[in-house]
């Protein structure tokens, strides 16, 4: 109780600064009113329920106001919480088990290891999915990546590294390297995807080389990376990279968003904790918390041998 009435006392005191600041937005000083705006976003997150309150029942140049100031403050906590994420993502995915069970038919596991380099992070992904399929008997798909990627805010790759598979079988191996704002591929196809009993021998090679940009958020090792997101308000167009199915065609640089959704409470650990809603590639739709808790829908975290047994049923 003392600690609830602590904190009662806390935000009413914010919440009565938040009123005398907003009654400053009407100042005929110009220089009064940028004053008032600039406190109010240096009072930082515990601000934000009265900004919203007093943003409902203003208008003009004092809700213009109060909308920047809340802009400024969602900004600020973007960046607070992305470097904590980058600072806990050795902890949180250091041996990572999901069982996944996905629309269209796809049932399987991801076994995510994350390691810490000398310039960076090194991110291994390993899947096995069943796609089950009407018109035919179910395929086991799998994939095996390696990451290398910079210590920065969209774990930018230097290089990584993708073998495919089906039914256990080696289809492909694709090796990526990025820099001078391209990206350079060689490919090995081994087997034809579509008919895994047809070898390639010797098998299909080949080398490509595209532009992305100065700019470009790549998605490279997806749920480490996605775990990274979560902020108010926050969306990114980010670069997709899709192999085809022969070495005959191009591999395709794609223009794609991550889409803020909104926010809701969400119970983590016993604790109703404030979680952030995104809609992204590959996995639909994920909610993370400030504090970096990652959870994508239809993934469920388990131990090595609840996913392996996914396969087994």
């Known amino acids: 109780m003392i600690v609830l009435l602590a904190f009662?006392?806390?935000?009413?005191?914010?919440?009565?600064?938040?009123?005398?600041?907003?009654e400053r937005l009407s100042a005929e000083s110009v220089v009064e009113r940028d004053e008032a705006q600039k406190a109010l976003v240096d009072l930082g997150e515990p601000a934000i329920p009265a900004l919203e309150r007093w943003s409902e029942k203003t208008t003009g140049e004092v809700r213009d106001r109060i909308r920047a100031a809340l802009a400024g403050i969602r900004a600020a906590l973007r960046e607070v919480y992305r470097e904590r994420r980058i600072k806990l993502l050795p902890e949180r995915w250091r041996d990572v088990w999901f069982a996944v069970?996905?629309?269209g038919g796809l049932e399987g596991y991801f076994h995510i290891q994350l390691t810490e380099e000398a310039d960076g992070f090194k991110i291994?992904?390993?899947?096995?999915?069943?796609?089950h399929r009407d018109?035919?008997?179910?395929?086991l798909l799998g994939w095996t990546s390696e990451v290398l990627c910079k210590r920065d805010r969209w774990l930018t790759p230097r290089k990584a590294s993708c073998t495919t598979r089906v039914d256990d079988k080696k289809i492909m191996k694709a090796i990526l390297e990025f820099g001078d704002e391209k990206v350079r591929s060689e490919w090995t196809i081994h087997r034809n995807d579509r008919k895994v009993e047809e070898v390639f021998d010797p098998p299909k090679t080949g080398k490509r080389e595209k532009n992305i940009g100065a700019s470009t958020v790549l998605q490279t090792a997806a749920l480490?990376?996605?775990?990274?997101?979560g902020g108010p308000d926050e969306s990114v167009g980010i670069t997709f990279i899709e192999f085809p199915d022969d070495l005959d065609e191009d591999?395709?640089?794609k223009a794609k968003r991550v889409e803020y959704v909104g926010s809701s409470e969400i119970e983590v650990e016993g604790k109703k904790v404030l979680g952030f809603r995104y809609r992204a590639p590959l996995i639909d739709e994920f909610t993370i918390t400030k504090d970096g808790h990652f959870f994508p829908k239809g993934f469920r975290r388990v131990t090595e041998k609840e996913a392996k047994a996914v396969l087994e049923k």
């Open 8 to 22: 009662l006392t806390v935000q009413d005191d914010v919440d009565r600064k938040v009123a005398r600041l907003v």
């Open 101 to 103: 069970k996905l629309d």
């Open 124 to 131: 291994l992904e390993n899947a096995s999915v069943l796609q």
């Open 135 to 139: 018109s035919d008997r179910s395929r």
């Open 224 to 229: 480490p990376f996605y775990s990274l997101f």
């Open 251 to 253: 591999f395709t640089v």
